[in-house]
């Protein structure tokens, strides 16, 4: 428990919903401005793609089962299903019936898939750098850093 707030509080404290807003708000603003930059150069995957082509890129195998994949990239089970139609048909995944569980179907990073992501990523770096990383300081990184981690793994529990 955070020292000074309680887990019985049906309201976020002023301080709190200030730094909600600034986190709902800062995270919009930058990942639009980011996404608007990737879309703007043809060769590059959009922000969405990116991140489902990381999450298998660093998954064993380069593969993940959909129901896994649409956890690492938030999106509903319908969502993620459109969204790898769109990329498999690009070229950049594929479909394998899951070997150990027949109705399972696992998404799989494609060679053109990493190319994709070696195109996109020096982009993305700038957006993140202009956008964000250049906006704090050290101290600041490593705060910020530690508490969205507590806070996503905090929401990952079941």
């Known amino acids: 428990m955070v020292r000074g707030m309680s887990t019985d509080r049906l309201e976020p404290d002023p301080t709190r919903l200030a730094a909600w807003e600034a986190f709902v708000f800062a995270h919009a603003a930058v990942v639009g401005r980011i996404e608007r930059e990737l879309a703007g150069d043809p060769d590059l995957v959009p922000l969405a793609w990116y991140d489902v082509l990381t999450a ?49 179907t696992l998404a799989v990073l494609t060679p053109a898939g990493e190319a994709a992501l070696r195109r996109t990523w020096p982009a993305y770096a700038r957006g993140i750098v202009a956008h964000f990383a250049r906006h704090l300081d050290d101290d600041e990184a490593r705060v910020l850093s530690a508490a969205l981690g507590r806070i996503r793994d905090a929401a990952r529990e079941p």
């Open 56 to 104: 298998l890129s660093e998954a064993p195998g380069e593969r993940l089962r959909l129901s896994e994949l649409a956890r690492e990239v938030v999106l509903s089970r319908s969502g993620l299903t459109r969204l790898v139609d769109r990329l498999e048909a690009a070229g950049l995944l594929r479909r394998e019936a899951c070997p150990d569980d027949g109705r399972g």
